[in-house]
């Protein structure tokens, strides 16, 4: 990775522009570190201030660079490191940047935020952010629901609904907001969710005797499994009967079950949880469909691995929430955390379910499809009941910009971007905060049948495992051969 460096001159002000060549996951989250650091769309790099305090911190961040080869004295090759000084001249413009051509009807004062009606959607507010306020307002503009930079007119389009409004009212002060026009009164809580593109369905290759896998389905879904074990275990079936395609399912033999899962670990690697599912899918189809359960038996079961679950540390899970700017971003990754909830059940929870009176809220429909009641802290509670103000969900305890569940995948990138910025374990996933939850009550003396009640763990062997990584008590062992006189 080639970092390349050189002096700009934006908006009347010296800045630094950073150019990278190639990719490199880690580089947004270090120029986020950096107090004034931009993204620039037009140019494709960042920027940041041309100060003494901020070229230290960014030459800490980025010991290896290079100045842009035409900002270098002739016969030269010295390094930023060595040569302090940039030299004046801006680099030439790229050829796909466009120059501004400010739209009359948008208005830019130059020390408020200039709000205006978007001149190409009647729906969006154009939002004018000056130079001088990047620094300290960005961020804030960046947590509108549905805000997006306009590179042409250089402004934020932000949705003209009441809970943008809200937003701006919550987050700004009213002499800071400069408006073009009188909002209306009539304005719709939340824009209507437009019509999108269905996702094209899986291309699945049906099995000679694809009637088998249907009759499968049927079965779990009358015992009422998730649509998400059907699915895996319909996969599962499939491949084993298309593996035996000049075969009838009834007919395959136990040699052939064993021979198809030795060639899957031989040949394909499986882990033991793929093929563990793909024995349950096999036994599934043959003691409730064929009625063939002597065939299915006493099959070999892997020997499952003792994994011990990733725990973020205490200091971690700090750096990973002030990571998050977003109010609504934030409260979802407390809440996870604090009540040692799943992704599905973070998702899941609906308002009615918050009892902060007891100090708790009420999961219903975990795994298992068991309901339980666990922690709800006074201190989530607290920037629970400001994100519930500013955004006013109708049902969800956690709704989309234009209403409806929140989506898995949105909390995962979520907490992606939040381990990026926050530099914790690159390991660790949205689940890693319910391990951490569990770790942290033993650590601090919580007795475990306390924990696997808020867990929701039917055995208590299942939360056993985390005495196995707590490090309660460490301090007073030593090694035995600290004792020996060698």
Known sequence: MKIIVSKVVRDSQERITVRNEGFDGTIPAKMKQIPGARWSPEQ??????YTSEIWEQFKGLFPDFEVAPEHLPPQSTTSVAVQEELPQTAPPPRPDSKPLNPHPGILRPETRIGISRSPDNDQQLALHLPPDLVPQHLHTVKNIHGRRWNPEQKVWEVPYTRLTLRFLDKHFPSDLLKWAFTPADDLPERLPELERNQPKPDVVIPARYEAAVVALEQVLTLKRYSWRTVKAYKNCFRQFIRHYDDVRPREITRKQINDYL??????????????????????????????????VQGLFQPKKQQKLPNVLLESEVTALLRAVDNPKHR???????????????????????????QNRLFVRGGKGKKDRCTLLSEKVWEKLKDYIETYRPIDWGFEGQTGGQYSDRSVQEIFTRAKLRSMVNPSATVHTLRHSFATHLLEKGVDL????????????KTTEIYTHITHKGWDKIKSPIDDLDI
């Open 44 to 49: 494709r790099c960042w920027h940041i201030p």
């Open 331 to 357: 409260c979802i990754l407390m809440l996870i955390y604090s009540a040692g909830l799943r992704l599905g059940e973070a998702i899941g929870l609906r308002l009615s379910d918050l009892q902060p009176e």
């Open 449 to 460: 049948r306390y924990i696997q009640e808020l867990l929701g763990h039917e055995s208590s």
């Open 262 to 295: 030795t060639m899957l670990i031989r040949e394909r690697n499986i882990s033991v949880s793929h093929q563990s599912q793909i024995l349950s899918a096999i036994k599934m189809f043959y003691a409730a469909v064929a009625e063939q359960e002597e065939k």
